[in-house]
Each structure stands twice: as structure tokens, then as C-alpha cells.
């Protein structure tokens, strides 16, 4: 399987996902232009022009984080519960992250005024709040088990430190946490981010 990405976009999350599960994949960068490492165009793959992709060896297309992210959890069995209240709060937690967190940083990219950076700012700042208190003093986002949400957490975190996005709370600490974890370190290392 191959993971389309672009180094330190969303697709990072999926990239630590896929070695927390231990599944095997082949990376293919994505440039700015739409073209791939492997010399093909972007948009035949995926029409919607963004990472994370899957494609399968059967020519198969997986789109969307939340969507990859749930498929390698069921394919793995490995970071989301079956069935409980983590489970449902893994999903709702990134469901918010890949809707209300990931589109706030949109001004930041695209040239926007800086009206509406400060408005961005201010959106994810209170949004960052509300996963802060669902962190509270645990090790990660639903309890002691790193799920699907924490490598989205910690991508949307890494964004927020160089967009200047002042978060509080205990994202320091957590942040620290995932470093030190072999799959985060693993991914940074393989996206050129260390």
C-alpha cells in the first residue's frame, strides 16, 4: 500500500498510525504541483488534490483522515477500542480535529488577511481549550492507549507551534510524550521533519 503525503501535513498522522499498527506501506511525496515522487499526477489518483491518500496494490483509493485512520484501526486492531466509551470518544475527538481545528488553519495558508489569521487564531485557540480539558493529566487524548486521535493531535499541535498559535494546558507535556514514542520519531524522521 502506498501513502501519498506531503512532509508535515495531516497525512503525518496516518504515516504514525500505519507504524503504531505495524502495517507495511511505501511513501510517495506529493509536490506543491500536484506531482508525485514516483512521477504521476496527483489529481488521477485523487481528484480531490489532497493528502493522506491510500492507494492499494489493487489500484483501490482510500481518501480523508478521519476515513484512513479508522481503516487502519479496524485493519490492524490496533488503536481504537471496538466498542466503549473510548472508542466513541477517540472518533469524536477527531472528528473535531479533522472538521473545526484542521479548517481554522486554512487562513494561514492562503494568503489571508491578517483579520482573518487573528479570527483563525482565536477560533483555534478556544477549540485547542476544549481538547486540552478532554487531555487533562492523562497520557493520551481518551486514557492510558494512544488512539487514531493522538497522532492527529499531535500534527494539529505542531501546526498550532509554528503558525504562533498560543495553546495552553497540557500539550507541552504531551507533546514531549509523542516524541519520545519509536513511531513518531520513526515518521518525522522518514518526512525529513528531525
Not at 35 to 55: H, Q, Y
Not at 92 to 109: D, R, V
Request: hydrophobic share 45%.
Amino acid at each position: 500500500m502506498k501513502l501519498f503525503y506531503h512532509p508535515g501535513a495531516c497525512s503525518l498522522a496516518v504515516h504514525i498510525a500505519l507504524i503504531e499498527a505495524g502495517m507495511p506501506y511505501e511513501l510517495v511525496s506529493i509536490t506543491r504541483d500536484k506531482r508525485t515522487s514516483d512521477g504521476r499526477d496527483f489529481m488521477k489518483i485523487n481528484p480531490k488534490g489532497f493528502v493522506p491518500t491510500l492507494e492499494f496494490d489493487d489500484g483501490t483509493v482510500l481518501t480523508e483522515a478521519l476515513v484512513i485512520l479508522v481503516y487502519i484501526a479496524h485493519r490492524a486492531d490496533a488503536l481504537l477500542p471496538e466498542d466503549g466509551p473510548v472508542r466513541w470518544h477517540a472518533l469524536e475527538a477527531t472528528s473535531f480535529m479533522t472538521s473545526e481545528i484542521h479548517g481554522n488553519f486554512k487562513p494561514f495558508w492562503k494568503g489571508a488577511s491578517e483579520a482573518e489569521k487573528d479570527h483563525a487564531g482565536q477560533m483555534l485557540v478556544r477549540h485547542f481549550a476544549v481538547i486540552a480539558r478532554q487531555l487533562g493529566d492523562r497520557p493520551f487524548l481518551t486514557g492510558e492507549r494512544m488512539t487514531i486521535a493522538d497522532p492527529y493531535l499531535f500534527v494539529m499541535l505542531m501546526w498550532a507551534d509554528r503558525h504562533g498559535i498560543g495553546v495552553s494546558g497540557p500539550f507541552g507535556n504531551y507533546v514531549a510524550r509523542m516524541k519520545e514514542r519509536p513511531s513518531v520519531a520513526q515518521a518525522l524522521a522518514e518526512e525529513g521533519l528531525v
